[in-house]
């Protein structure tokens, strides 16, 4: 009997990114060492603590634990593996191996869960990652009940475990189905008086998912103008929903707003981390500009932001993703999002205003305004200042451009730059670049395709030589003028982009009177 060696398999996932992927739990119950039990396969500090979590959970259930020597091995071996959601298939797969349950009622079954001490079975961070590898690879799906609910998934089989004890009974219950329609309506544009140069670029930016900086003194309206950009925004299509609440899922927020169609809005505040921000920790999660994948990232007060952390922003902002190098390999998140900033123009914040001095030197002025970083700010389309309203206009609260008027111009850029690319392009590939505007990702973003689609005509050309040679644009800022003009020609529904579409584009460019 001591020399017997009792195998036990268990097929469970780690999340790797936003994806889960599948790892099987080996176990060998019998002799080879003195007794206890051992986790091999490059398990984290949760997996080698669940030991002690496992033993505990399956004597309050009333299961049977001897002093074996027991090894756990986790494979592949190749892959690391993080995360709580191993205590469930270590249980089951000790159970297994020691003729205590059944192995055909876990045939083709994916398991993750988190164990209490007293045997009960709780969902972990990542629910929507797990049902899709579940479904992906055809198996049924156990996990804890989750509090908040689940999202059904067209073919899957979702079972939960209450407790271990139920084990003996064969108890699975179905998951709660939690709701998508918990949506609140968003705050209006129409509560904000005046502003309207600042709310024309908003409309731009999110008539082409622009980035865009606003700069003035505090009390302005800028924060308030950021918070009201969902208002204007399209609604997450259908194919993008589940994408981007996978972001969500795996750090362990709420998705059923996602789910619904709400677009992500992302503001850290300033003394964020560059993990905070850009993802990292242990184990590595998504930052906030994953978060807000598909969506907004808000940076109010950005010079308050650390340099370094802001030149991170770099990659994301133009290639859509961000990866981290790690010992076991390098984690890639999902960042494509629309940048939306706001800054004092100095220390003090009236650089400028026409009604307070400002106490500010130009050294300090020049060192705030530098902490932005020219990289990062010639990768900002749009640049407004914004100015203290009136107090005649702050009494008329309530009768400013209404988000519903702003939200028709970027209905209709949108649909006009659809049908531009439905007349030049086949279907198949205009699908594509659909798809690409639809995850908050310019529609005219490469070079040779954004001057092809403006149409430029050979003033419209002179003049914008002209322009760039005086104000000195980079390659970069003279593309993102052009692009910002596409747009601006889409709302008018124009085919080809004028020397007025340029000019207002460059004018939120230079921020200088043209």
């Known amino acids: 009997m001591g020399s017997r060696v009792r195998l036990g398999f268990v097929t469970t996932a780690t999340i790797h990114g936003v994806e889960a992927l599948p790892v099987t739990v080996e176990v060998s119950v019998g002799s080879g060492g003195l007794p206890g039990i051992h986790i091999v396969g490059m398990p984290d500090t949760a997996i080698k603590e669940a030991t002690r979590r496992v033993r505990q959970a399956l004597q309050s259930a009333h299961f049977e634990i001897k002093n074996h020597y027991v090894v756990f091995n986790l494979a592949p071996n190749s892959l690391k593996k993080a995360g709580s959601g191993f205590d469930l298939p270590i249980a089951l797969a000790y159970l297994i191996a020691t003729g205590q349950m059944d192995p055909e009622l876990l045939v083709n079954t994916l398991c993750v869960g988190e164990l209490s001490l007293d045997g009960g079975v709780r969902a972990v961070a990542g629910q929507l990652a797990y049902e899709k590898l579940a479904r992906d690879q055809k198996l049924r799906l156990l996990t804890g009940p989750a509090e908040a609910g689940v999202f059904a998934q067209d073919g899957l089989e979702h079972r939960c475990l209450t407790n271990l004890a139920d084990l003996r009974e064969c108890l699975f219950s179905p998951p709660y189905e939690a709701s998508r329609g918990d949506t609140t309506p968003p705050q209006d544009y129409a509560d904000i008086a005046g502003n309207d140069l600042a709310k024309r670029a908003l409309q731009i930016a999110a008539a082409g998912s622009h980035g865009l900086l606003m700069m003035g003194p505090p009390g302005s309206g800028k924060s308030m103008m950021a918070s009201r950009l969902p208002s204007i925004l399209t609604p997450l299509p259908l194919d993008k929903r589940l994408e981007t609440a996978m972001v969500h899922s795996v750090a362990g927020l709420p998705t059923s707003r996602i789910l619904a169609g709400e677009r992500p809005f992302r503001a850290p505040h300033h003394g964020a981390s560059r993990a905070g921000l850009i993802g990292g920790g242990t184990p590595t999660g998504p930052g906030e500009v994953s978060l807000a994948h598909n969506g907004v990232l808000f940076l109010d007060e950005l010079p308050e932001f650390g340099s370094a952390v802001l030149q991170l922003l ?201």
Not at 315 to 334: C, K
Not at 400 to 418: D, I, K, N, Y
Not at 420 to 430: D, F, G, N, V
Not at 442 to 456: I, M, V
Request: glycine content about 8%; hydrophobic content about 40%; overall charge neutral.
């Open 314 to 514: 770099r990659q994301p902002i133009e290639q859509g993703f961000v990866a981290l190098p790690r010992a076991g390999g390098t984690v890639v998140f999902p960042a494509r999002f629309m940048f939306v900033a706001a800054a004092n123009p100095c220390p003090c914040g009236y650089y400028g205003d026409p009604k307070r001095s400002c106490r500010c030197t130009p050294g300090q002025i020049s060192q705030y305004q530098g902490k932005i970083g020219g990289p990062l700010m010639d990768r900002i389309n749009l640049i407004v200042d914004v100015w203290r309203s009136d107090p005649a206009q702050v009494l008329d609260t309530g009768t400013g451009t209404s988000s519903a008027h702003l939200r028709e111009g970027v209905l209709a850029a949108q649909a006009f730059s659809l049908w531009r690319h439905a007349k030049s392009q086949p279907s198949e590939q205009m699908q594509k670049e659909g798809s690409v505007r639809d995850s908050m990702m310019p529609a005219t973003s490469q070079g040779a395709a954004l001057l092809a689609d403006c149409q430029l005509g050979t003033k419209e050309r002179a003049w914008l030589e002209l322009i760039s040679e005086r104000y000195q644009l980079s390659g970069r800022g003279i593309m993102s003028a052009v692009a910002v003009a596409r747009t601006i020609a889409d709302m008018e529904e124009s085919e080809k982009v004028r020397q007025e579409h340029l000019l207002e584009a460059v004018s939120f460019r230079v921020r200088e009177s043209l």
